[in-house]
Structure formats: C-alpha cells, structure tokens
C-alpha cells in the first residue's frame, strides 16, 4: 500500500530535500507540498493524505494550530519536525498534546552529511506514523493543568485543547493470542513501579501519571525513547501536571515514595539495590538510549518480585526482555491494550511472550496503579 504524504514547511529547501527523500521509496507518493499552517489545512482537506510531515515555526499559521484543527476537521497522522533545543522540546511536547503522533529533530547538517541514515530513518518513520491509531490520543480529554498540591502551572505550559478531536474508526478486534487480559490489579507493597515506552508515550505517560494522587506509596522510574535536549523539559512538563513530582534523574538520586524519575534522553538508568538510580553514558551498539530493557533489568536485579512494570504505546519490542527478567524474579508485568496504543508494538511483544499479567486501556492504567500500590 502506498502512503501519501503532505510536506509542510515554509523553507523551500527543507520542502524539496523532504520530498525528494519521501519520493525515494516506491511506497511513499509525496501528493502535495504547504509553506504555512493555513494552506496545510486545506491541503489537507483537499488532498486526505495519509501522513502529514509538518514544520513548527511558519507565517500565517504555525504547526501547532495547524495540527489542532486538523485533529478537527480531518484526523491525519502526523510527523513534526523539532529543533534539538529546550524550546524545540516544549513545542514539540505542545504538538504530541495537540495531537501530532511522532516527531523527528529537524537537522540541516544530517541531510547533507548522512543522506542514506535520514532517508532509512525518514521512510521508516512515515511508514510507521501511517500505522498509528490516532484514535486513541486525538479525541482525549486534556488532563487539567491546576492539580491539588502544585501551583498552576505558568501560561507557556499551557496544554492545547484537544477534546473537540472527531475521532476515527475503531481498529479490528486483535488476533485472539494478544487478546486483553483485563483482571484485577494485585496488591502488594511494590518497592518499584518502572514505566517504559516509546512513540505515543509522552502524552500516554501524562494521562497515567496525572491520576497518581501526591501521596502514592511508591517510587516511579519513567523510561521514554527520547532525544537527550528533550528529557529535561518533558520532566518539567510532567512536574507542572501532575500531584506526583517529576524530575529528569541524575545518577544518585534515591528513590522515594510520590516521585518519578526520568531517564535522560542519550543515556543508561540502571536502579541499584540500595535504591538509587545510576546514570550511564549511552552505548553506540544500543538501539534505544535509553532503553527500557536495561532499566528493567536491572529493577529485576536489585528488587527482584517487588517491581510492578508497565509498557506502555511504542514501536519495536524493547521491554521484551526486561519483563522475562522481571517475571522470572516474580513481579508483576502490564501491558497497554491495542485499542487504546498510538502503535501496538511494544506492548503487544510482551502479550505475544505471555509475560504480561494484565492488559489495560491507558485510561485505566493511572487508577489501577493506585489500586495496587500499597
């Protein structure tokens, strides 16, 4: 199947390089080009492509309310383009609330220097955003800003409102062997809930972690596939949001009841026993940096059957083998349910494995989560 694609963005080089990767793969029909959020809209009404690539900063209309009124008018899947920046981080959050189903850093220097790696990159990417259930996000409720305990939050974190979203067909049942196993949540005193997931997670964790109440028993790490400049102002995003406090982890920070801690984009969070995180440089023969496998892993081994892990929306299988090494030490493994996955890949390889206990609508994770820590 071939996947139209609508280009937006107002640099006219950035406009043709793009088209020309995109036009590059047999599968991918570049159907029109936008220099501005306006004219992206009526293109996409006009043309119904199946993926928009869409810039941030443009004149007349810029990317963010773009993609707000198209999630209104005619739910696309969208890919944005970021800057590698703690601005870029912030506006790229603002577009994945707004709807937007993945991003990509917007560099001029990888397109002249590796044109091979971004076209892999750029191709797979489309190939995979054409996948996702926009569903699932696009006609969400925002959580609130204003949460018990924390101050409201300042007006550039505002969250977009995306609740007027027209939502589009439900996806077909799953085969029967990733059916959802939906059962009650087991109670334990868990010394460790650890969160992994990738495309589709940054809005998949705020809704979680925003049902958390201040006073929730047990510590939380979050691992999200994520570039290192973006981690830090996720983690403050989340902080904003949430009753729970946030932090992007440094290595040695403790542990402790009510907080979650990040794992920086570029890098390794392994947990120890005594209850600290550690913080290694990222290894090049990694794939994920971080990676949800590494810090499982580890949970495993320093806690053992106390860790309650969920993997949450996200392509590729990472997580797999953290949760067989959890489950072989007796704790407990969920996954994200189908229906309710931006892309169904790394939940579903931990259903296909029969490791997960429970599978959950993300709507349900946050107070299942509170149902079983104790």
């Known amino acids: 199947m071939v996947v139209k694609v609508l280009v937006v963005d107002d640099s006219g080089f950035f406009r043709r390089r ?3 990767i995109l036009s590059s793969d047999p599968n991918i029909q570049v159907v029109g080009t936008a220099t501005n959020g306006r004219e992206a809209i009526d293109q996409a009404l006009a043309l119904k492509p199946d993926v928009i690539t869409m810039d941030y900063e443009m004149p007349m209309m810029d990317g963010i309310t773009a993609v707000k009124n198209i999630m209104q008018r005619c739910p696309t899947a969208v890919l944005m383009f970021s800057s590698l920046t703690h601005e870029g981080a912030r506006v790229t959050l603002d577009a994945l609330d707004a709807g937007a189903a993945d991003f990509l850093p917007k560099n ?5 220097r590796n044109p091979e790696k971004v076209k892999q990159l750029l191709c797979e990417r489309i190939h995979t955003v054409a996948r996702s259930n926009r569903r699932s996000l696009s006609s969400a409720p925002a959580p609130s800003i204003s949460t018990p305990g924390k101050p409201t939050a300042p007006s550039n974190y505002a969250r977009p409102s995306v609740s007027t979203a027209v939502p589009v067909p439900v996806p077909a049942p799953a085969p029967a062997s990733v059916t959802a196993r939906v059962s009650a949540p087991k109670r334990k005193s868990y010394k460790l809930v650890a969160i992994g997931t990738s495309t589709g997670g940054p809005v ?3 809704r979680v ?3 958390l109440p201040a006073n929730f028993p047990a510590p939380l790490v979050l691992i999200q596939h994520m570039p290192a400049a973006f981690t830090k102002a996720f983690a403050e995003r ?3 949001l949430c009753q729970i406090n946030v ?4 290595d040695g920070d403790l542990l402790r009841p009510g907080l979650a801690l990040l794992a920086p984009g570029g890098k390794q969070m392994m947990i120890d026993s005594r209850g600290a995180v550690r913080i290694l440089p990222g290894d090049e023969r990694l794939n994920y940096k971080p990676c949800v496998d590494i810090t499982f892993g580890s949970a495993a081994k320093s806690f053992r059957d106390k860790v309650l892990a969920v993997v949450l929306t996200g392509m590729g299988a990472d997580g797999r083998e953290g949760a067989r090494l959890l489950k072989q030490e007796g704790s407990q493994v969920w996954a994200q349910d189908e229906a309710s996955c931006v892309i169904y890949g790394m939940p579903m390889a931990v259903v296909k494995a029969n490791l997960a206990d429970a599978t959950y609508s993300l709507d349900d994770i946050g107070r299942h989560l509170v149902e079983a820590c104790v």
């Open 18 to 20: 793009v088209s020309e």
């Open 108 to 112: 001029f220097e990888d397109i002249s």
């Open 204 to 206: 998949a964790l705020q």
């Open 209 to 211: 972690l925003t049902q």
């Open 238 to 240: 989340l902080d904003k």
């Open 247 to 250: 932090k992007e982890a440094e």
